[in-house]
């Protein structure tokens, strides 16, 4: 096997080294920022600087993947960095006499190449390699003409040869391979296999919503409008291992027909399984081959201003007379067509209304935007379409609305999960189920409706009956008795409506106040500094051991104890991670300066916090809520201006007042004062936000209503 080192000096002996800075190591290690620092401090084999740029230290990229493949430190896998490595000098080699669409073409020819013969192509005649091609290819259908391309092939040739073959040691499949070529493919400059493509989430979502994995073995499966071959290479991936089935696609483009064929050749889909054409008609296929048995389609992106509605749902229609009796679709279109309010009566709302009269469609699905990364401000809608029997038609539809969730994995898990469910109850529904991201609406409430948009305007009624909506009036009654019960303890302590009196009056000229910052506060010994740690986001839960105390905590924008991690995780993954003690002080400067004082400890403070800890032996000894008060006044008058990257004075500089034993205690408790009335409101306000929110989502979903408010006119019955 060559290494990352010696493929790196054969391939480009005369490049430049790849510079990276500390920022690239991280995303290269999968670490956070601070980490390559870190790094670069403590271990002295390390990789120097090569250079400087900006006044920041620039890496030799050969030398830091050999350091991190060679320690094992960072979170990503060896082969994702020899491939990193590969993928980054074919994209140097990319030249005007070696286009992007060459380069890409001759390397994903060579990993067929090497797939197909199962033996290393590096080291040979390029000759021979054209001749093997020539073998395996006579019609020149899929891979020699991009091998006849490639210009200056006595030098060039080798070269992408070795990268073919690092590539395929560095994955565990030449298909695997093959997929990291392409999805370099805007790197590498191939904006045209990218430019429509949709993300590679949504990709594999729309492989999961189209039910792949359950239909028997020798299905036809089919994908218009291929592109790059995303969708058909996600369908296989997630079809059942041997299942036999056919695929048959097709594009305008004959260059990405044949990337096709290639693509799917290296998984083992042979020409008697594998039909690729060009063009957008797919009769001639499908007279072949058989109707299909599933269909998965991304329509063609078309700008708002030239788009017709009814021209989009006319493709959609197109693809569903190819559709037999169990057959099903998944169509992913513009949401202003498939989903939004069209004009009542108009001729795309007609047509878009018999899609429900037929029974055909089954599921409807709002999607975020960013579901085409070329397309930002492109809002897409997939639906689920199957031709059922008339006499097996139940009149159902599914409706998901996730235009407001973020496009991740789990999410969309969900929602597959949902559909999957929903297919295999026949359309009907699942008593046993109800959809997380769905509703199930009679189709005849859409339809009766012209011009309407296909999203649900209410809960299912089966809904009501869902545990959070049942408690609904019982945690409302929580809360009105939690109020009462703050009320009744405030008295006790603090009277609300009496006036707070601080008793302050100007200081006397001839007693002037001594001053002092943190930095000294530190070398007289009467504070020790603590640093915060670095958690990692996704251990961070709203149901854990301990309260986490961050920048969003310190600054207002989380409430205190919403963010909370797993004791056994800390003690495991943090295992030199410190609480927090009560009385520290919790500091942060960014993204703006924050200080909170931690009155009951066993906390744990998240990076960049940090903590400053009173030394009970200091003398005079530091009350911590003085000094929070403190510094939060000194760091109002030295704020971050605009563009600056920090404020202009950092927290151990601050000038602060260095008050005497008396006037501190007399200080300290005017803001026991404050803070008890504060701390009374706080619990008060969030009981009555909670009362707020709990019950306009029941009077929003129509599960709550409202009776006799005594005292309030208008509200008897």
Same mark, same amino acid.
């Given at each position: ?18 510079? %990276? ?94 797939? +197909? ?53 560095? &994955? ?24 429509? +493509? ?77 039909? &690729? ?113 008339? !006499? ?28 999957? %469910? ?53 945690? %409302? ?25 601080? +008793? ?160 501190? !205690? ?39 209503? %409202? ?11």
């Amino acid at each position: 096997m060559t290494s990352a080192r010696g493929a790196a000096a054969l391939v480009v002996p005369e490049e430049p080294a790849w510079r %990276i800075t500390y920022t690239e190591i991280a995303s290269l290690a999968q670490v956070k920022r601070p980490v390559p620092t870190t790094w670069s401090r403590r271990h002295p084999d390390f990789p120097a600087p090569i250079a400087h740029e900006d006044g920041r230290p620039v890496f030799d990229a050969r030398a830091v993947v050999d350091w991190l493949t060679d320690t094992g430190r960072g979170n990503a896998d060896p082969r994702h960095l020899r491939a990193e490595l590969a993928l980054h000098t074919l994209a140097a080699w990319r030249t005007p006499t070696l286009p992007a669409s060459v380069l890409v073409g001759a390397l994903t020819a060579l990993l067929c190449v090497r797939q +197909q013969y199962d033996a290393p192509v590096a080291g040979q005649d390029w000759d021979a390699l054209v001749a093997k091609a020539a073998e395996l290819d006579a019609e020149d259908q899929f891979l020699l003409a991009e091998l006849r391309a490639v210009a200056a092939p006595d030098t060039t040739g080798p070269t992408l040869a070795v990268l073919a073959d690092e590539l395929i040691e560095a &994955a565990y499949t030449p298909a695997e391979a093959f997929d990291w070529v392409l999805e370099a493919r805007q790197r590498l400059g191939s904006h045209d296999l990218a430019v429509d +493509q949709p993300a590679p989430v949504v990709v594999r979502a729309l492989a999961a919503l189209s039910g792949i994995d359950t239909l028997r073995e020798e299905s036809v499966v089919v994908t218009p409008h291929a592109r790059a071959g995303d969708l058909l290479a996600a369908l296989h991936d997630r079809a059942a291992e041997d299942s036999g089935h056919t695929y048959l696609a097709a594009d305008p483009d004959p260059a990405r027909v044949r990337l096709v064929r290639r693509r799917m050749l290296v998984r083992g889909v042979y020409e008697f399984n594998l039909d &690729a054409v060009e063009g957008a008609d797919l009769s001639a296929s499908v007279d072949e081959w058989g109707y299909p048995d599933l269909l998965v389609c991304a329509l063609p992106y078309e700008a708002a201003e030239t788009r017709r509605p009814e021209a989009v749902l006319e493709q959609v229609q197109a693809l569903t007379d190819y559709l037999e009796a169990g057959s099903t679709a998944v169509v992913l279109g513009p949401a202003d067509v498939l989903v939004r309010p069209l004009r009542q009566h108009g001729e795309a709302d007609r047509l878009r209304r018999s899609f429900l009269g037929e029974g055909l469609l089954k599921a409807v699905v709002s999607l975020p935007d960013g579901a085409m990364p070329y397309r930002p401000g492109y809002r897409t809608a997939v639906w689920v379409l199957s031709r059922t029997p008339q !006499e097996e038609r139940v009149g159902r539809v599914l409706l998901a609305d996730l235009s407001a969730r973020p496009l991740t994995q789990p999410v969309l898990d969900t929602l597959a999960e949902d559909i999957a %469910i929903w297919r295999a109850s026949g359309w009907r529904g699942d008593r046993r189920h109800d959809p997380r991201h769905g509703v199930i609406v009679p189709a005849k409430e859409l339809d009766d409706h012209p011009g309407a948009a296909f999203t649900a305007s209410r809960r299912p009624y089966e809904a009501r009956y869902a545990r959070a909506v049942v408690e609904r009036p019982a945690r %409302i009654s929580d809360l009105e008795q939690r109020l009462a019960d703050l009320q009744r303890q405030s008295r006790p302590h603090v009277d609300l409506r009496a006036a707070t009196r601080i +008793q302050a009056v100007l200081r006397p000229e001839d007693q002037p106040v001594r001053r002092t910052t943190v930095r000294r506060l530190l070398e007289e010994r009467r504070l020790r500094r603590r640093p915060g740690h670095r958690i990692a986001p996704e251990h961070l839960t709203a149901d854990g051991h301990y309260a986490v105390l961050g920048p969003d905590e310190i600054l207002g924008t989380a409430r205190l104890g919403s963010r909370r991690i797993d004791r056994g995780l800390l003690l495991t993954a943090y295992e030199h991670a410190q609480f927090t003690e009560p009385g520290d002080v919790v500091v942060t400067t960014s993204p703006r300066f924050g200080v909170h004082v931690d009155t009951e400890g066993l906390s744990v403070v998240a990076a960049p916090a940090r903590i400053l800890r009173v030394r009970p032996d200091g003398d005079p000894r530091v009350r911590p809520r003085v000094l929070a008060a403190l510094l939060q006044a000194a760091a109002a008058e030295h704020t971050r201006t605009s563009g600056a990257v920090r404020a202009s004075r950092g927290i151990e500089d601050l000038d602060i007042p260095d008050l005497g034993r008396e006037e501190t !205690e007399r200080y300290d408790a005017a803001l026991d004062e404050i803070e008890l009335r504060a701390t009374l409101l706080r619990e008060q306000s969030a009981a009555l936000d909670d009362l707020t929110r709990i019950t306009a989502a029941g009077l929003t979903d129509g599960t709550l209503t %409202i009776q006799n408010l005594p005292g309030l006119p208008g509200t008897d019955d």
